[in-house]
């Protein structure tokens, strides 16, 4: 039998008001020890809470129940909306500390009791922890949608027909030796196979919520004194990184964050590439430079000479100047980090690109471990349509169905849930 546990599932102290939510079998019991009396299911109640062994008032606030199965947890909830002061959740976790059978609920746990008792999926708890840790417009809605179970849903349907085509498999066997299973269930079985491999291929293509939560790594590169510092002060809006004259004056990599449109962007400043003229310490700072336009997403190159990096993205600088102002051939587009021509249309462009690289999810985004498990399936079952051999086919079934259990949690759950509850909060 699990404890019953409790928390302030609300934010930090002091706020207006704080919830304080109750979890287990004792739950009931323990919120009828405090409040005297309980209001009925789903109904908020003002009630004077108690401590039970003195009768001494802690607060008055709402009570709220909600009974086993159908709540939050599965188990018998009560949530008691108090007020937001720092000595009074203390007054109150220390009186449910004191009741037996209740303890203080670790990081994750209401969740991860949800998940036991079937109310949310492995892809759903998955998706509240990337939703509480959101900070961008696409992370929110990525994460919402796979809370609300998005994936769980499309993983139920084709489990359906996995499952509605193994039964066909099956009943065919068991009408015919294996030899002459009909003709027919040997064609329509590998084109379903092949038809949902191609689905599962779309997903597997999904943005990666890893990329969505880090940001789109650019990197702004090009030879010393062509203005990369003085353009990531103007990208990120305030001065992260030196400028001046003198050419090196970078010699480490400076990263600054940045949201635009909704989107997570990461800009790194690097130090100017040259051969010559560099010493030890900028020796280094141009190897660091290397490293991170090999890691980049996107490579902004500034400069008048063309990039020796394929797919940067080249822009002409110090349009402002005069004699500056009209673009060679080459460059996609001139920008000035001091009169800010040209900087809405290369936030645009970056934009774009980080749509086509997967760091915009108009759909859903997927994690790297429900991705793994997606391909696998996909995999499998691509082989299995290329088998002849019925009993093939039906053990790719098997494993795509598999792949699938371990994606909601279904099966090989334990391993997963460690990392993912260590995210969490307390009263999660
Ligand atoms: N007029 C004008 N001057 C600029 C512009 N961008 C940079 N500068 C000037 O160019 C000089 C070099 O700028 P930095 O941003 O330090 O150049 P950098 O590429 O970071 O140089 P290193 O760190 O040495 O590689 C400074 O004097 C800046 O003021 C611009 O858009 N217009
Ligand atoms: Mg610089």
Redesign the pocket.
């Known amino acids: 039998m699990m404890d019953t546990i409790f928390a302030v599932s609300s934010g930090v102290p002091p706020a207006a008001i704080s919830i304080l939510r109750i979890s287990g079998t004792q739950a009931l019991a323990a919120a009828t020890r405090l409040a005297g009396s309980l209001p009925p299911p789903r109904n908020a109640r003002v009630r004077s809470l108690r401590d039970p062994s003195t009768g001494i008032l802690l607060d008055r606030g709402l009570v709220l129940v909600f009974p086993g199965p159908k709540s939050a947890t599965g188990e018998d909830l009560v949530e008691l909306h108090i007020h937001g002061g720092r000595a009074t959740q203390r007054a109150l976790e220390d009186t449910l500390a004191r009741i037996t059978g209740l303890r203080p609920a670790e990081p994750g746990e209401f969740t991860r009791r949800a998940l036991a008792h079937g109310r949310i999926d492995l892809t759903e708890a998955e998706g509240l922890g990337d939703l509480l840790s959101a900070e961008t417009e696409q992370q929110r809605r990525a994460a919402l949608r796979l809370s609300e179970g998005g994936l769980r849903q499309r993983i139920e349907g084709w489990n359906d027909r996995l499952l509605a085509l193994a039964a066909g498999i099956e009943a065919a066997l068991d009408f015919s030796d294996e030899e002459d299973v009909p003709a027919e269930v040997t064609q329509s079985s590998g084109q379903m196979m092949v038809v949902l491999a191609n689905e599962l291929a779309a997903l597997v293509a999904a943005p990666s919520v890893e990329r969505l939560r880090d940001g789109i790594r650019i990197v702004i590169a090009?030879?010393?004194?062509?203005?990369?510092?003085?353009?990531i002060?103007r990208l990120v809006g305030r001065d992260v990184?030196?400028?001046?004259?003198?050419?090196?004056?970078?010699r480490d990599r400076i990263e600054a964050p940045v949201v635009r449109a909704g989107i997570a962007f990461v800009l790194t400043?690097t130090?100017?590439l040259r051969d010559a003229d560099a010493d030890q310490i900028e020796r280094i700072g141009i190897e660091r430079a290397e490293a991170a336009i090999a890691a980049a997403d996107i490579v902004i190159w500034?400069d008048d000479a063309a990039p020796s990096i394929e797919h940067a993205l080249w822009l002409h600088?110090?349009?402002?100047?005069p004699g500056r102002e009209d673009m060679p051939d080459g460059p996609a587009f001139s920008?000035?980090?001091?009169?800010g021509e040209g900087i809405e249309q290369l936030w645009d462009v970056l934009g774009q690109r980080a749509a086509e690289i997967g760091g915009v999810s108009n759909d859903m985004a997927i994690n790297a471990r429900q991705r793994k498990l997606l391909s696998q399936a996909e995999v499998v079952l691509r082989e299995g349509a290329g088998e002849q051999d019925i009993l093939l086919r039906a053990e790719a079934i098997r494993s795509a169905r598999y792949a699938f259990d371990a994606i909601t949690g279904r099966a090989n759950v334990e391993a997963v849930l460690d990392t993912l509850f260590g995210r969490f909060c307390i009263g999660k």
């Open positions: 090009g030879p010393p004194n062509s203005g990369k510092s003085t353009l002060n990184a030196i400028v001046s004259p003198v050419a090196g004056t970078t400043d130090a100017g500034l600088g110090r349009s402002d100047l920008v000035s980090a001091h009169s």
